[in-house]
């Protein structure tokens, strides 16, 4: 046996031996893969399983089969909701996608600036979010906040960003892109300063214009790291819950409501479990088909 | 001097750019330390008449020093068992050819915790706590995070650890180390810079995690940092000076850690995708 695993020069071992030797790697496992069977796994199928029952007073009453998404289907305020979300996600991480890939071709060459840049752009996404809300309470609230301070010197009127449906929603799509676009750019930029240098070197002698240069050598060669950066920033933008749970609630009205904080409402100030894990059931396919999607057109793309 | 203008605009684009990232936290600092006369006095770029009051009253009228305790022991905790055990796992994973295409699963597992939205499993695990009289408890919590950091521990161990050659702890078993022992004397302190990077990450996200905490706590026993600035934002009269000074003390271990780690940075938001 042990003659066998030795021909077999793998990167990782056969586990070999017999008695403790071989069942080790197992029992260095274990602990992990009952927690994670605990706090995930077991979470995951009792989500599920709680999507098909009927909740009253926090309380289970009845299985419905299939009821809660036919009733989270045809809710408005649910649909409202998703409709929230898309445009939400879709402006953020394009904004963000946006400004991060002009601020990494713009810094790709200034290298003695570099780590001080990066030092000062990490803080925005490791604040917690919650005081990132804070934070921009502090810049809209209509009474002693920045803006409203400002126009105020300028002789102008109060500024209540939060209380207007329109622009709370903008609001909060410019807090995530000041809070976000950050990451975009520090990848990019690890995707710009791990490239070849010979097509471009190339296209200079042949006297290609910067413009068809980017289209022609930067974009395609960026592509993957593209890829992983915009689809880490659409997972986590349909997540967003804290900042907007601390800014706005979900209002004025429903303008900001997205599926997080209208699912959040369903469970626990409602108490309606099984409606609330319908509706985040859905959303969970909804990522995992977006992901797929993009996946493929990038994937097109980059041929 | 051709060349000069375009450089000099780009310099002072990249200042604007840093000025934008940065100031509303200096708003937030300052704010902490003006006066209520001055918060709602006008806009002024420095606290004109600077006060530490607001930063008394916050602990001692809002019992802030709670919240801080209730963090401090649930992240170290559940940071310490995290990476105790997901270090144990990712070592079985990188060095063995395991069944059940278990070696695969490491991602797989640390994707799919990325993308399930939060409050998926929020709402199984608060009645699951409700059920072992576990909500609003600091364990309750702790359980949670260190079975939520595990599968993220793994996965960027597994990456660690992989790059660290197989010769050196061979060698240290020949001598007579058996493979426990010599997993801690050799290949931990080889792994140590990707250890620390990895103990950071989890500190930074279980400290800045708010819905988790937010669902199943309620009261000062067990409520972490964010649920408590998230009461201070929450109040009707809100008291400006106190919760800019939640926010500047919030935030203050999470930049100093992140400060730390900044190499490591993009490699940990990515799942290690972009190094």
Request: contains cysteine; aromatic residues 10%.
């Amino acid at each position: 046996m042990a003659d066998v695993a030795a021909e077999q020069a793998r990167p990782i071992e056969r586990v070999r031996g017999a008695g403790l030797e071989k069942a080790l790697p197992y029992l260095f496992l274990a602990p992990a893969l009952l927690l994670v069977l605990a706090v995930i796994a077991y979470p995951m199928i009792r989500g599920f399983q709680i999507s098909t029952e009927f909740y009253r007073f926090g309380r289970p009453l009845r299985s419905v089969g299939l009821d809660n998404y036919r009733e989270a289907w045809h809710d408005k305020i649910f649909r409202a909701a998703v409709w929230t979300t898309i445009k939400y996600v879709f402006f953020a991480v394009l904004f963000e996608t946006a400004l991060g890939l002009g601020l990494a071709m713009l810094c790709v060459r200034e290298l003695p600036f570099i780590r001080a840049v990066r030092l000062v752009l990490i803080v925005p996404m490791i604040v917690t979010p919650v005081i990132v809300g804070l934070v921009f309470r502090l810049m809209y609230a209509s009474d002693v906040g920045l803006l409203t301070i400002v126009s105020h010197r300028l002789g102008g009127q109060e500024i209540g960003l939060l209380s207007g449906e329109t622009s709370a929603f903008w609001a909060i799509v410019a807090l995530d892109v000041w809070e976000w676009t950050p990451l975009m750019f520090l990848i990019l930029l690890a995707g710009l300063q791990s490239m070849p240098q010979e097509p471009f070197e190339a296209a200079k002698v042949d006297g290609a214009s910067s413009w068809r240069t980017f289209l022609d050598h930067t974009l395609p060669l960026l592509t993957p790291v593209l890829m992983v950066a915009v689809t880490l920033r659409l997972i986590d933008a349909i997540g967003t819950f804290d900042q907007i749970y601390v800014l706005t609630q979900g209002g004025p009205g429903t303008a900001t409501r997205l599926i997080s904080i209208y699912a959040y409402n369903t469970a626990f100030l409602f108490t309606q479990y099984g409606q609330a894990a319908a509706m985040l059931i859905m959303l969970l396919v909804m990522v995992m088909l977006l992901m797929v999607v993009a996946v493929r057109m990038m994937r097109r793309a980059a041929r | 001097v051709s060349a000069r203008l375009p450089r000099i605009g780009l310099y002072l684009t990249i200042v604007l750019i840093l000025a934008v990232a940065i100031f509303p936290f200096w708003w937030m600092l300052d704010t902490s330390l003006k006066q209520p006369v001055d918060i709602f006095g006008g806009v002024t770029l420095y606290p004109h008449h600077p006060t530490t009051s607001n930063y008394s009253r916050l602990f001692d009228v809002y019992h802030f020093g709670a919240y801080l305790e209730n963090s401090l022991i649930i992240v170290s905790v559940s940071v310490a068992f995290s990476l105790t055990i997901g270090t144990l796992a990712a070592y079985a994973l990188a060095r063995f050819q395991l069944r059940f295409g278990l070696n695969q699963s490491a991602l797989v597992v640390a994707l799919l915790v990325r993308m399930i939205p939060g409050i998926l499993l929020v709402i199984p695990l608060y009645i699951t706590l409700a059920r072992w009289g576990l909500l609003n408890t600091r364990l309750g919590l702790i359980l949670i995070y260190t079975g939520l950091n595990t599968s993220f521990v793994i996965w960027m161990m597994q990456s660690f650890l992989a790059e660290i050659p197989r010769d050196i702890e061979e060698a240290a078993m020949v001598d007579g180390d058996s493979r426990l022992t010599a997993l801690w004397r050799v290949v931990i302190p080889l792994a140590a810079p990707g250890l620390a990077a990895t103990a950071i990450f989890c500190v930074i996200t279980t400290y800045n995690d708010f819905l988790i905490a937010l669902s199943l706590t309620s009261t000062t026993q067990a409520q972490t940092v964010p649920v408590g600035v998230s009461t201070l934002i929450g109040k009707i009269q809100i008291e400006y000076g106190p919760m800019a000074a939640a926010g500047v003390i919030g935030a203050l271990p999470i930049v100093i850690f992140a400060l730390i780690v900044q190499r490591h940075f993009v490699r940990g938001l990515t799942l290690g995708a972009v190094k």
